[in-house]
């Protein structure tokens, strides 16, 4: 099984027409990891809406098993634990993020962590 991470920002920082272009990256994610194993979303659950629920959501359209780590509480201490969770668990990790948005991001964080445990990360910056 092939266990994909997909991280990145809130809802908040994202323009409403955009919710529409990150699903097909989401989309086009999967296509790509397509391989004759089965794949597994692993993301996060974030609360706060965004690219986790939106990879959730494209996950069960297409009919992709999840594995969600939610945070045990709504602060770093909280996040970190969980990113570090994902960062250990995936096999590769996506992190969508809004180029303006300039690296500052929890999910950017989760992406240098799974890259020092040496898994593949790929980091997708929209206009």
Known sequence: MKQIAIVG???K???????????QHIKD??????DFFQEILVSGGC?????DIWAEEVADELKIPKRIFKPNSMNWIGYKARNILIAKACDVLYCIDPKWRGGK????????????????TYLVEIE
């Not at 920082?13 to 699903?23: C, D, I, N």
């Not at 994610?29 to 397509?34: A, D, N, V």
């Not at 609360?47 to 690219?51: C, E, F, Q, S, T």
């Open 47 to 51: 609360p706060k809406g965004g690219v």
């Open 9 to 11: 920002s809130e809802l």
């Open 29 to 34: 994610i999967f296509s790509l990891e397509k």
């Open 105 to 120: 991001t929890g999910g950017q964080w989760t992406l240098h962590k799974a890259k020092e445990l040496g898994k593949d």
């Open 13 to 23: 920082y994202w323009k409403p027409e955009q919710e529409k272009l990150v699903k």
